[in-house]
C-alpha cells in the first residue's frame, strides 16, 4: 500500500463525514451532481450498488433504489448505514456480489483510492446487469490534478487531509473508457469543477453549497456514464 491514499485515514476522519463544511465537503456537492445521473428506477427493489460508498453522502439524492455499499473501512460502512445505505465492509477490487446483480453502479471518488482501478472498473461492470447504468467520477493522471488536488486541496485548511490522494494512482480518463468498454459498458466521459464564484465565497465563508459544473477539460476532476451491453 502506499504511504499516501492509506484508507486507514478515514478511522480517524469519521466525524467528518457528515460536516458539510467539513474535510468532505466537496464530497457532499459532488455526491448531488452524481446522483443526478442516476436514472428512474425501472421496477420495483432496483439495486443500486455504491462501491467506496464512505459514510453514505449518496444517501439522500437515491430514491426508489436498494442502496446497497461497499467500503473497505467498517467504520465507513457502519456511518453510512446509520444513514439508510445497506452497507458492509468489501473490496472495490473484489465485490462480494454475484454477477449482473446491480442495475446501477456507482463508483464516486473511489477509483484513485484503490491499488488496481481496471480491476475495480471490472468488477463494477460484471456486477451490473446487461443494460445497468454505470457512473463514475475520479481524478485525472495529469501533472495539473496532482497539483490542483494534492498540492493546492490538501493545503486548504478544512480541505481533504494531507496524504489521502496518491497521484500515482490516478486514472488516465482515456484507459478507463477502453477498460468499461473491455467489460461491455460504452462511457461517456466529460469534465467537472466547482463553479468559481460560490467556490471563493464557499472558501471565505465556509458555508452553503458549491454547485459542481461541468468542461469540456478531462485534465483534473471527470465523471463518466454508461450503459452494459445487453
Ligand atoms: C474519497 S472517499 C469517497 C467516498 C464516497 N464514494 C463519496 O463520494 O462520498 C473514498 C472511499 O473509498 C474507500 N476505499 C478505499 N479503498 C477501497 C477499496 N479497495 N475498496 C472499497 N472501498 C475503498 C475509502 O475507505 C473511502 O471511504
Redesign the pocket.
Given at each position: 500500500m502506499s504511504p499516501r491514499n492509506d484508507?486507514r485515514q478515514?478511522d480517524r476522519l469519521a466525524a467528518e463525514w457528515w460536516r458539510p463544511a467539513g474535510a468532505?465537503a466537496m464530497?457532499h456537492w459532488?455526491?448531488e451532481s452524481r446522483c443526478a445521473l442516476v436514472p428512474a428506477a425501472s421496477r420495483p427493489g432496483a439495486v443500486l450498488v455504491?462501491?467506496?460508498?464512505?459514510?453514505g453522502?449518496?444517501a439522500p439524492w437515491i430514491t426508489g433504489y436498494r442502496h446497497v455499499g461497499?467500503?473497505?473501512?467498517a467504520r465507513?460502512a457502519g456511518i453510512a448505514a446509520a444513514h439508510g445505505v445497506l452497507a458492509v465492509q468489501?473490496?472495490?477490487?473484489r465485490l462480494p456480489l454475484p454477477d449482473g446483480v446491480a442495475d446501477v453502479v456507482i463508483a464516486?471518488?473511489?477509483l484513485e483510492?484503490?491499488t488496481d482501478w481496471r480491476r475495480a472498473v471490472a468488477e463494477a461492470c460484471r456486477v451490473l446487469r446487461p443494460g445497468g447504468t454505470l457512473i463514475v467520477d475520479t481524478i485525472a493522471r495529469t501533472a495539473l490534478a496532482t497539483v490542483v488536488a494534492v498540492w493546492i486541496a490538501e493545503r486548504i485548511p478544512g480541505g481533504p487531509p494531507p496524504g489521502i490522494h496518491d497521484p500515482a494512482l490516478f486514472v488516465p480518463p482515456r484507459e478507463l473508457r477502453e477498460e468499461a468498454a473491455r467489460h461491455g459498458v460504452d462511457m461517456r466521459l466529460w469534465g467537472l469543477r466547482p463553479a468559481a464564484l460560490p467556490m471563493l465565497r464557499w472558501l471565505w465563508r465556509r458555508r452553503g453549497t458549491v454547485p459542481i459544473a461541468t468542461t469540456r477539460s478531462l485534465s483534473i476532476l471527470y465523471a463518466g456514464k454508461g450503459v452494459k451491453n445487453a
Open positions: 484508507p478515514y468532505f464530497l459532488l455526491a455504491d462501491v467506496g460508498c464512505g459514510g453522502l449518496n461497499l467500503d473497505i473501512r465507513n468489501g473490496d472495490a477490487m464516486g471518488e473511489i483510492h484503490v
